[in-house]
């Protein structure tokens, strides 16, 4: 089915925001292995493996759409050097995802593409309810029980 070329083009840059988070996402978890937090660790590499679907989907929308879907490109990375800077540069990533999800979805409403909406606001929903909610309940758990006890709780 022949889509709407400015459709394609911002799913195509939707995946790119998706690419970005399953890098950041695995080098974070690796990170929190490494330091020997198991949970921070598992729940993170869990998240890069999310967004991994959510690229899938949006690769698989484009090639439906008789797009060419561009994998080279990617966001900068952001990794962060301790604990509450990876939090806080992963929920980055997260609230940039959610700012362009909702861009692309008004786009698509614009254009009458009401399948390429509703896949949308399901990675949307993603993106803001479990995503970003976890992350912004750790750097929550940090400000009220001390980074010390917090890193504790997550070997």
Not at 37 to 57: M, N, P, V, Y
Not at 134 to 149: A, P, Y
Request: aromatic share 6%.
């Amino acid at each position: 089915m022949k889509g709407n070329s400015k459709i394609i083009k911002t799913l195509n840059e939707l995946l790119a925001g998706e690419l970005t988070a399953i890098d950041q996402y695995l080098i974070h978890g690796e990170m929190y292995a490494d330091m020997g937090l198991t949970k921070l660790a598992e729940k993170t590499l869990h998240e890069s493996e999310h967004e991994k679907e959510h690229a899938r989907a949006m690769i698989q929308r484009i090639l439906f759409l008789e797009g060419k879907p561009d994998l080279s490109k990617r966001e900068d990375l952001n990794i962060g050097k301790d604990v509450p800077a990876m939090l806080k540069s992963d929920l980055d990533v997260e609230y940039r995802v959610a700012k362009n999800l909702k861009a692309a979805i008004a786009e698509c409403e614009k254009a009458g593409d009401f399948v390429t909406r509703e896949a949308l606001v399901t990675q949307l929903d993603d993106t803001e309810m479990d995503h970003a909610y976890f992350l912004e309940k750790q750097l929550r758990q940090i400000e009220l029980m001390g980074l010390q006890n917090y890193l504790q709780s997550q070997l």
